[in-house]
């Protein structure tokens, strides 16, 4: 102590020892509360796989040491570590431990959520799809619609034998396809058109011109009805080879169809239930014979109205049993035809099928019935059919479709004293991507014309055609078809048709 420094006071030095003594006391109350605190958190943590280490401590809520040892999967670590961690928690209440449970298992479920939602990593075409097909056409957008075009031009061959009788052409032929779809938030409207025009270069033979316009309308009442407004037109030239074709004509008839349409689509529950409506007016242009002459045919002109009503059962979203029914009218333009048999009929129809569902994989609708169409002439027998109408697609892998086709349909006649026949049509298209630009065709169908009048054989078409198209880029494809249609039937000579084309399509 210095000379003439004043003396401590007592007072302060006491007041200093008192601080010293609370700050140490208070120093083990804090690491109990932390040993607390870290033992009640890692509870809530799932353990960890295949862990034996552990570290030696002191619950001072239980009362009693215990220590975990440091091994690699003995047995009695493996023990250890379950009584330190049995040891290391507190005793808890019925409601505490019913607390803690529930949020046990609330991390179970978040953390399989979190592996529901990290999907494994994708292969080169998921990778691809990703950016969109390369040789994809974009379309064009026209206000509110996308555009898609195209424009083909082919050159072809064409020969055709009947018995021992051929000819042969060489033909232009110029077409073009194209699609406008509505981009909007509700409804759509799609406008499909298609149109063919041929021009013989050398030989002869009948050209086939072709025009096809459809447009449907789909407007989403609610959550739960769906109505479709459809329109078309059609025109095409009459073949040749149809039972109803003029005999000897140089030009046969070209044929008209005016479509409409309108249908209702409710889902009641699991109940399904469509009514729709169509009507249809087909016309017959005149036909030109080997003289230079015209035969009119407007007595072939009729107007025909189908209502039909289904109802289904979902048994699953991929799958949808049901029936339906139908009935009809067709009316022709003049009551008595050229022959003097009145045409107009009555028509009546059912069948029972299934639609299936299982995304890319399959899909498509078959179902099996019967058709009957009564004549107004007593004359005239009833036509019947079986029916199995139907289309299925199905891809067996990535880049692989098929589609299958089924339609039974009736098709009155304009021969005297005949009703005509059912036909039975089947179809099968397969393509395959042989390369990213390169897709591979293969086609076949078979026709079977039941006629149903004494004395008139069955007749039979089969076909058969291959193709690629190779897509050069996003914009031109070149494009390579050959096939072969045979026609037989009892009495009569085949007749074969060879066909070949190759062409340049231009799309946008």
Known sequence: MERGAPAPRP???????????TVLAAVPALAQQSTSTSTSTTAFQPPLLGATTGTAET???????????????????????TTASTAARPALSDEAAAALADEGDAYGQTERRAERLNPREGNIDGARSNFGDPY????????????????TQNLGYEKNKTGATATSRTYSQTGFRGSLTSDWSRHQLTIDAEGIYQRNLSGTGETEPRLRLDADLRLDLSDETIANITAGYDFERESSSDPNAVNGASVQSGVSTYTGGARVTRDFGLIRGTIGAEIERRTYGSATLSNGSKLILSDRNYTEGT??????????????????????????????????????????????????????????????????????DSRLAALKALTIDGSVLW??????????GLVTDLNPSTAAGASGYASYAATADLTHELRDNLVARLSGAYTLRDFQT??????????????????????????????????????????????????LILRR
């Open 454 to 503: 004494a004395g008139t054989a069955n007749q039979s078409i089969y076909l058969a055609g291959a193709g690629l198209t190779w897509n050069i880029n996003r914009f031109l494809a070149m494009t390579g078809d050959v096939s072969y249609e045979l026609t037989r039937q009892s009495g009569a000579s085949d007749t074969g048709v060879t066909r070949a084309g190759i062409g």
């Open 395 to 404: 891809s067996p892998q990535r880049g692989t479709d098929l589609r299958l």
């Open 11 to 21: 007072t302060r030095r006491l007041a200093g020892l008192l601080l010293a003594g």
């Open 307 to 376: 209502l039909t009503g289904r109802v289904g059962y979902e048994l699953s979203p991929a799958l949808i049993p049901y029936i339906e029914a139908s009935i009809g009218r067709s009316i022709y333009d003049e009551k008595v035809d050229s022959l003097g048999y009145e045409r107009s009929a009555s028509m009546l129809g059912g069948r029972a099928g299934v639609e299936v569902d299982l995304g890319e994989k399959l899909r498509g609708d078959l179902g099996l019935g019967y058709r009957r169409a009564s004549f107004d």
């Open 136 to 151: 994809e056409p974009t379309g064009i957008r026209v206000g509110t619609f996308i555009l898609r075009p195209s424009i």
């Open 59 to 81: 619950d001072p809520l239980a009362g009693a040491s215990t220590t975990t040892g440091t091994g690699t999967g003995a047995a009695t670590d493996t023990d250890a570590t």
